[in-house]
């Protein structure tokens, strides 16, 4: 008995034009709305990503490069793998202290946590038939544990090694206690 695919193909392609999408417009919106890379620079400063510049043109590179790759299906488990690692410095600089829901003060995590749960499961769906994987043929090789073990792992460890080497948050003194 045959197995249909077409229900994973058509999951594959929604969720990569979802996900691709919104990190592109994520990375657009970094370079060119608002502050532009000065403005986003300076919030990451803000939020301890120390050189401020060099943060915010890597994870603007990373969201719109990320979402063209997603866009496109081209190695999809390394693009979800770029927006697990941004969406996880996001998650722990940014939105973990604020608590579960995006509406609260400073803006929960619900929103970013979701981001990396959907780019995991691209990275195990692979790219799908109307991808630029399997039209190279290479879709195959790049789903299942595999796809989601290099997500996580490129993702995850890309994220641990930023945060280690450039996340110098302000600690605020401890207060003397007086005896």
């Known amino acids: 008995m045959a197995v249909d695919t077409s229900g994973i193909d058509i999951a594959s392609l929604v969720l ?22 000065e403005g986003t620079a300076g919030w990451f400063e803000s939020m301890g990503l120390r050189p401020g510049r060099l943060h915010a043109l890597m994870a603007t590179g990373t969201e719109i490069g990320a979402g063209v790759l997603l866009l496109l299906g081209l190695l999809t488990p390394l693009a979800a793998a770029g927006a697990v690692g941004t969406m996880a410095v996001a998650f722990i600089t940014a939105h973990l202290s604020n608590g579960f829901f995006i509406f609260r003060p400073g803006q929960g995590y619900e929103y970013v946590l ?22 190279l043929g290479i879709s195959g090789d790049l789903s299942g544990w595999l796809g989601l073990t290099i997500t996580v792992l490129v993702g995850g460890l890309g994220a641990a090694a930023l945060l280690a080497v450039f996340w110098r948050p302000d600690r605020q003194p401890a207060e003397k206690i007086e005896a």
């Open 16 to 37: 990569r034009v979802s996900v691709g999408g919104t990190l592109l417009a994520h990375g657009w919106n970094h370079a060119f709305g608002g502050g532009k890379i």
């Open 114 to 135: 979701m981001i990396i749960m959907v780019a995991c499961a691209l990275g195990a769906l692979g790219g799908g038939a109307a991808s630029l994987d399997r039209t």
